[in-house]
T-cell receptor, first 114, second 116 residues
Framework: ELKVEQNPLFLSMQEGKNYTIYCNYSTTSDRLYWYRQDPGKSLESLFVLLSNGAVKQEGRLMASLDTKARLSTLHITAAVHDLSATYFCAVDPDPFQGAQKLVFGQGTRLTINP | DAEITQSPRHKITETGRQVTLACHQTWNHNNMFWYRQDLGHGLRLIHYSYGVQDTNKGEVSDGYSVSRSNTEDLPLTLESAASSQTSVYFC???????????????FGPGTRLTVL
């Protein structure tokens, strides 16, 4: 059974600082997704990582995937208040079938203080 | 603009009642999914469908059912609501390119269900 673990679960940081959220998963997969959720809102897709070594960047967010280590990271550069949200990673346990039966991590609640 | 909608957005019901949550998408996506979100668990997959007349059980399907009679809709039914089913429910859809499994899932706004 695939397990997906994020850490930290809660993160409070100051504007302008850099930090990384980690997503570890327990079985082989090369399909990993990152989502953002604002309080009381739906999930918004951030990145889709499709192979070992994949790196995607959008603004102050950069995501990477290491399938050998079963690890993805979401790096935040020079954080701004608008990035305060909960971030989820999700892994497809059976990517070769294209099933998209995603298994989500618990989420990381990020608070960025002025 | 294409979108995915859910109704109702909030629902309070009593234990033992049957409840149906609606999900409607206008993207003409093949794949549709239902998740529940609970504190400390992230999102968990309840049921999913790859097309009309196709439905499959997910990780937490007990007490839930779905049917897919057209491309646009995947209603979720709680046959006999229980307090443990109090949660926020999200519907999602994706294009479902054959065998690709790489396309993004787009999520609806969610339905907050309380079972008393």
């Amino acid at each position: 059974e695939l397990k997906v673990e994020q850490n930290p679960l809660f993160l409070s940081m100051q504007e302008g600082k850099n930090y990384t959220i980690y997503c570890n998963y327990s079985t082989t997969s090369d399909r990993l997704y990152w989502y953002r959720q604002d309080p009381g809102k739906s999930l918004e897709s951030l990145f889709v990582l499709l192979s070992n070594g994949a790196v995607k960047q959008e603004g102050r967010l950069m995501a990477s995937l290491d399938t050998k280590a079963r690890l993805s990271t979401l790096h935040i550069t020079a954080a701004v208040h608008d990035l305060s949200a909960t971030y989820f990673c999700a892994v497809d346990p059976d990517p070769f079938q294209g099933a998209q039966k995603l298994v989500f991590g618990q989420g990381t609640r990020l608070t960025i203080n002025p | 603009d294409a979108e995915i909608t859910q109704s109702p957005r909030h629902k309070i019901t009593e234990t033992g009642r049957q409840v149906t949550l609606a999900c409607h998408q206008t993207w003409n996506h093949n794949n549709m999914f239902w998740y529940r979100q609970d504190l400390g668990h992230g999102l968990r997959l309840i049921h999913y469908s790859y097309g009309v007349q196709d439905t499959n059980k997910g990780e937490v399907s007990d007490g839930y059912s779905v049917s897919r009679s057209n491309t646009e809709d995947l209603p979720l039914t709680l046959e006999s609501a229980a307090s443990s089913q109090t949660s926020v429910y999200f519907c999602a859809s994706s294009e479902g390119l054959s065998g690709a499994g790489t396309d993004t899932q787009y999520f609806g706004p969610g339905t907050r269900l309380t079972v008393l």
